[in-house]
């Protein structure tokens, strides 16, 4: 049981990691993008287009939280 609790807190740590909102909003941009390409549009641009968003929100409440 320690094995499978520790596989499953590594991969918790790796796609969650420091910040859920992150590994929320890649995970709604997937699904998002998964949902357009199968209704026929083409999506590739969804993804890294959310990544940098999301990456620059968590950068941002990052920066915000130190300062106080």
């Given at each position: 049981?320690?094995?499978?609790?520790?596989?499953?807190?590594?991969?918790?740590?790796?796609?969650?990691?420091?910040?859920?909102?992150?590994?929320?909003?890649?995970?709604?941009?997937?699904?998002?993008?998964?949902?357009?390409?199968?209704i026929?549009?083409?999506?590739?641009?969804?993804?890294?287009?959310?990544?940098?968003?999301?990456?620059?929100?968590?950068?941002?409440?990052?920066?915000?939280?130190?300062?106080?």
């Open positions: 049981m320690n094995r499978l609790r520790t596989f499953a807190l590594f991969w918790y740590d790796f796609v969650v990691g420091d910040d859920w909102r992150i590994a929320v909003g890649v995970a709604l941009a997937l699904a998002a993008t998964a949902g357009l390409v199968h026929g549009i083409n999506a590739w641009w969804l993804l890294p287009i959310t990544a940098v968003t999301v990456l620059g929100l968590s950068l941002h409440r990052a920066a915000h939280s130190t300062r106080r």
